[in-house]
C-alpha cells in the first residue's frame, strides 16, 4: 500500500485503543485481536508472555487490583507496513489511569508496538515504566 492513511491495520490499532482507553476493555481486545494460536506479548519490565490464553490469564488477575478505571488519552498511532492483506507492524502511544485496592492512583503512559498476521496481532512490544 503506497498510502498508509486507509491502512485497513491503522483502523484496527485505533479501534484497539480506543476501546482500551476509552471504555477498559482490556481482556474484550485481547479475546477479539489476539491470535488464538500464534502470540507472544512483552512486557514494559521485560517479561514475555507466549500465548493469548496466558496474557489474558496475566490481565484478569491484575484487574482484580483495580477499584475503579479513569479512562485516558490517545497520543499517535501509525503503520510502519501494511501489505493490504492483514500483515504488518503498528504502533500506539496511549495513557489511562486507574485506583487500586491499596488506595494509589497509577497513571500508565505506554507505547505499543504490533506486529500482525492474517488481520490477528501476533505480538505485542509494550514500553512503559514498570514502576508506575
Keep these: 500500500m503506497s498510502q498508509f492513511s486507509d491502512s485497513p491495520l491503522l483502523q484496527k490499532t485505533r479501534e484497539f485503543v480506543e ?18 494460536n500464534e502470540y507472544v506479548q512483552i512486557e514494559g519490565d521485560g517479561r514475555t508472555l507466549n500465548s493469548k490464553q496466558e496474557i489474558i490469564d496475566f490481565e484478569v488477575d491484575a484487574l482484580k487490583s483495580v477499584t475503579k478505571y479513569h479512562g485516558g488519552t490517545i497520543g499517535a498511532i501509525g503503520v510502519a507496513q501494511d501489505d493490504g492483506n492483514g500483515n504488518g507492524v503498528t504502533m500506539a502511544e496511549y495513557s489511562f489511569s486507574y485506583d487500586t485496592t491499596d488506595g494509589k492512583t497509577v497513571v500508565l503512559e505506554e507505547t505499543q508496538i504490533a506486529k500482525w498476521k492474517n488481520g490477528k496481532m501476533v505480538y505485542n512490544r509494550y514500553y512503559f515504566n514498570p514502576n508506575a
Design 19 to 36: 476501546r482500551v482507553v476509552n471504555k477498559g476493555e482490556f481482556v474484550e481486545v485481547m479475546q477479539d485481536y489476539f491470535d488464538d
